[in-house]
Every structure is written in C-alpha cells, then in structure tokens.
C-alpha cells in the first residue's frame, strides 16, 4: 500500500509562484510515472505534469515553462514548482503514483490565483 501526501497549496499573486510537494510513504519500490493533476470548479480533469522512472517529463501545454516537475529519490518525494501563476491556474492539484498496474492518489491541495 501506498500513501501520497500533498502539500504546499495557497492563495498567491497573479505573477507569483508556489512549489507543491508529494511525499510517498508505504512499501513499494520503484514506480512507473508520477505527476500532477488538477482540476477546477466545473472542469473536467487535466494532468499538468508527469515524471516516468527515467526522468521523462511532459506538461500540459498551458503551463510549459511556467512549472517545473522533478522528484527526490531520498526523500521519496515529487515536487511541482510553479512560477508566473495566472487566475486560470486555480484549481485543486493531486498527485499521483503509477506502480503498475495500480496508480494511488493523494487527497489534493487547493492553489488559488487571486488578487
């Protein structure tokens, strides 16, 4: 079993930034992706950013270089820094872990993007 924890969500700035973070815990090793999705009030889901074991990124086309993915193996954690933050980049953010064939989710945080 496999437990996410997200945190480092808030209300912020048009133009500023935020860095979420993703904390696994549990037995597993190795996994098959990580990322980020999120989803706003009265939208469907999208994922914002994905990293795969070999360090593969992809971003959704609205953030490219706004937000960063990375991860740190020693900490067994998965960050998302996100600069120049725009209103329409509310949304609740949750992180995910695919160690195939199950893919395990945290409980989301809230990023607000208002003046």
């Known amino acids: 079993q496999v437990q996410l924890v997200e945190s480092g969500g808030g209300l912020v700035q048009p133009g500023g930034s935020l860095r979420l973070s993703c904390v696994a815990s549990?037995?597993?090793?190795?996994?098959?992706?990580m990322g980020w999705y999120r989803q706003a009030p009265g939208k469907q889901r999208e994922q914002v950013a994905r990293?795969?074991?070999?360090?593969?990124?992809s971003y959704l086309s609205s953030v490219k270089g706004r937000f960063s993915i990375s991860r740190d193996n020693a900490k067994n954690t998965m960050y998302l820094q996100m600069d120049s933050l725009k209103p329409e980049d509310t949304a609740v953010y949750s992180c995910?872990?695919?160690?195939?064939?199950?893919?395990?989710w945290g409980q989301g945080t809230q990023v607000t993007v208002s003046s």
């Open positions: 995910y872990m695919t160690i195939l064939p199950q893919t395990y």
């Open positions: 549990g037995s597993f090793v190795g996994f098959y992706a």
């Open positions: 990293i795969t074991s070999g360090n593969t990124d």
